[in-house]
């Protein structure tokens, strides 16, 4: 029998062993990319822990977390198919169901509660305007007139007797409507935090109202939203992605004023100017009595064509508590 040199045998061996390295690896694939879309908002402040605490990576989840412009074009870029997961007001995700998208909620992110509101209509300090009834005939801004605060806003005049008809909507972002009050281009604006904070900060604004009481007491204002059929393919990451949403909004809630550094550098805005944000309520169970009266007022200011049953809208991983 023929006896290979042990130099050559010990090469073919390392030459053997190295080629199926990338074979006996290739079966250990690479958990999926879950790509996060969220606005620049405090409600988006748990994903924003998540991600940056690490609890993704914790879980094994590969999370990237993209900061968009808002809802609307977090449900266009989850619509084309360029994000697996969204953050985005409530009423846009029923606004989009209405319109046959095949978006399913799996939790929610952010609780209006009127005892402690976190949204409010505010005008100028020094302005003429002492009650909604002085508005008739008055600019107001709006991020977007089909958006959760203009409805807020329209329910909101309807109670206190004004027609919303004898006003006039501009559209800008939230961001530039202490600047158009001050150059006296609009009268008011129901905004959101840590804009709302930051406004009343410079003392230069008042608060005229809280529109979003009109719609309900509590109400999911932020919801956690994907495509039906990829959360009907990825039963096992949406169910890790809420866990770990589940422990990010619990710390979160009991550490809002340590994390506010954190959401200033996400948002792009110095900490002093939101440290006296008003937060939202934090959880991810969301119920379909929680989100009816959203697909109500969507209706009844047309929005939508017509209510539909909320249970349609929630997935079944977002009722578990």
């Given amino acids: 029998m023929m006896r290979i040199p042990w130099r050559l045998f010990a090469g073919a061996l390392v030459l053997a062993l190295v080629t199926a390295l990338p074979a006996a690896t290739s079966g250990q694939q690479a958990e999926p990319l879950i790509r996060i879309g969220t606005g620049p908002d405090d409600t988006s402040m748990p994903l924003i822990y998540a991600a940056q605490g690490g609890l993704f990576k ?10 968009l412009a808002g809802s609307a074009v977090v449900s266009a870029a989850l619509a084309g198919g360029s994000l697996e997961i969204g953050k985005s007001s409530a009423i846009s995700v029923v606004a989009a169901h209405a319109k046959g998208l095949p978006f399913t909620v799996i939790g929610s992110l952010a609780i209006y509660n009127s005892e402690k509101p976190d949204f409010a209509f505010i005008v100028l300090a020094n302005s003429p305007v002492k009650t909604p009834r002085d508005l008739p005939g008055k600019v107001l801004a709006a991020v977007s007139l ?15 007797g004004v027609d919303s008809s004898t006003l006039k909507f501009v559209e800008m972002p939230a961001s530039t409507t202490l600047a158009a009050m001050e150059q006296e ?14 406004a009343l900060a410079t003392g230069k604004v008042r608060i005229l109202g809280y529109p979003y009481n009109a719609i309900g007491k509590r109400f999911p204002g932020g919801v956690l939203f994907a ?14 992605f809420l866990r770990v949403m589940r422990e990010a909004t619990t710390y979160v809630a009991a550490h809002e004023d340590e994390l506010v550094p954190m959401l200033a550098a996400f948002i792009g805005v110095e900490p002093a100017s939101i440290a006296k944000t008003r937060h939202s309520g934090r959880g991810i169970t969301i119920t379909p009595a929680d989100l ?30």
């Fill in 58 to 67: 914790k879980a094994g989840l590969n999370v990237e977390l993209q900061r």
């Fill in 146 to 160: 089909q958006d959760m605060s203009s409805i807020a806003t329209f329910a909101w005049l309807e109670q206190q």
């Fill in 185 to 198: 281009r609009v009268a008011g604006s129901t905004v959101y935090e840590p804009v709302l904070s930051a």
């Fill in 227 to 240: 495509n039906e059929n990829w959360v009907g393919a990825h039963r096992d990451l949406v169910e890790r």
């Fill in 292 to 321: 009816q009266p959203v697909i109500d007022v969507a209706a009844k200011y047309r929005v939508i064509p017509k209510p539909f049953p909320a249970a349609e809208l929630i997935c079944s991983c977002a009722l578990r508590r």
